[in-house]
């Protein structure tokens, strides 16, 4: 029986073949004998940007702020409902009780008309200039258990139709359950009226001791809870 040749330098590159094909995956042999070592494969890392952080951040402070607005937007709300509840308010009272003449004065003017028929001269008054003096006395009634803000308040006098002049009622406070008189001044310099209208004033004024007038205004108050005005009411 032939004697076996047993070389360990074939062997051991036979296997260095094997393990070089297997890495690579091709099957490529080593020339002269020569082992073949395979490249590692290279692994590519992917680094993202740090804006995706600051912006997450910046949407939680926001609806942290969003929240915080909206509890206490509905804090001062309960506290709003709670006062109403408890008050109650009613709208209050502002009323004219009466109107006086102190003083009038009226003047007619007289324009010429001449007739080229005739030699006289005629004269015909067709406006008069008035002059008064008006006071008003009003009450106003606060029926709420709070105190109320009256803002300033201005008022048109008129007879009939005819703007006369203005008065002006300076602001003030009121107490809680209490009733107030409040007066104003309205003085009338040369107000132009028709001469039959300052005739029936006049005779309103002097016979009958009554003049219609009309008196036309707006007055805004405002209820006041320690410290805090509500919205105003007309």
């Known amino acids: 029986m032939p004697p076996t040749n047993m070389n360990p330098n074939h062997n051991q590159s036979r296997a260095t073949e094997t393990r070089s094909s297997t890495a690579n995956g091709d099957q490529h042999h080593p020339p002269n004998g020569h082992s073949i070592t395979a490249q590692?494969?290279?692994?590519?890392?992917?680094y993202y940007p740090r804006s995706s952080s600051s912006s997450a951040s910046f949407k939680g402070c926001c609806c942290c702020l969003f929240l915080l607005f909206s509890f206490l937007a509905l804090l001062v709300l309960a506290i709003v409902l709670i006062i109403v509840l408890?008050?109650?308010?009613?709208k209050p009272q502002f009323d004219l009780q009466q109107v006086a003449v102190q003083y009038m004065g009226i003047s007619t003017s007289t324009p010429s008309s001449f007739d080229g028929?005739?030699?006289?001269?005629?004269t015909t008054p067709t406006t008069a200039s008035?002059?008064?003096?008006?006071?008003?006395?009003?009450?106003?009634?606060?029926?709420?258990?709070v105190g109320i803000k009256y803002g300033e308040s201005r008022f048109t006098v008129m007879y009939r139709g005819i703007p006369l002049g203005k008065a002006s009622v300076p602001g003030f406070y009121q107490e809680a359950h209490s009733t107030r008189n409040v007066e104003?001044?309205?003085?009338?310099?040369r107000a132009n009226?028709?001469?039959?209208?300052?005739a029936d004033l006049i005779r309103d004024a002097s016979i009958y001791d009554r003049v219609q007038l009309r008196v036309l205004g707006d007055v805004g108050a405002k209820i006041r809870v320690l410290d805090f005005d509500s919205p105003g009411v007309q």
């Open 193 to 198: 009226l028709m001469q039959a209208d300052a």
């Open 117 to 122: 028929t005739a030699t006289t001269v005629a």
């Open 184 to 189: 104003a001044t309205i003085a009338v310099d």
């Open 40 to 46: 590692p494969l290279q692994r590519h890392h992917t």
């Open 130 to 145: 008035l002059s008064l003096t008006i006071r008003m006395l009003f009450t106003a009634v606060n029926p709420n258990k």
């Open 86 to 90: 408890a008050v109650k308010p009613k």
